[in-house]
Nanobody, 121 residues
Framework: QVQLVESGGGLVQPGGSLTLSCAASGTIFSINAMGWYRQAPGKQRELVAGITSGGNTNYADSVKGRFTISRDNAKNTVYLQMNSLKPEDTAVYYC???????????????WGKGTLVTVSS
């Protein structure tokens, strides 16, 4: 089986910083894109940032210049450095990976269970 486990969420004051981590484990052959999504109460899940296996990145307009996504391919881990946090960044943040399991021909989507980020004074 494959698991994505997030960590690093919590309560932070406006203007503060947090770093999220997500480690993929299990019978993984290779990982294509990884990314972070978020879902605020009453809203749809949205892409925050993505990164390809080659290191190309993309960001939601709302986080450009404040968030940085990175990955360690050797550890199958993706990170999200979040700076200058705002109350509107409050959401459950989900890790996503598009990956090949060992012994399969097709890549599939996998999701973590989410980690809550609350930005409040």
């Amino acid at each position: 089986q494959v698991q994505l486990v997030e960590s690093g969420g919590g309560l932070v004051q406006p203007g503060g910083s947090l770093t999220l981590s997500c480690a993929a484990s299990g019978t993984i052959f290779s990982i294509n894109a990884m990314g972070w999504y978020r879902q605020a109460p009453g809203k749809q899940r949205e892409l925050v940032a993505g990164i390809t296996s080659g290191g190309n990145t993309n960001y939601a307009d709302s986080v450009k210049g404040r968030f940085t996504i990175s990955r360690d391919n050797a550890k199958n881990t993706v990170y999200l450095q979040m700076n200058s946090l705002k109350p509107e960044d409050t959401a459950v943040y989900y890790c996503h990976a598009d990956l090949y399991k060992m012994g399969t021909a097709d890549a599939m989507d996998y999701w973590g269970k989410g980690t809550l980020v609350t930005v409040s004074s």
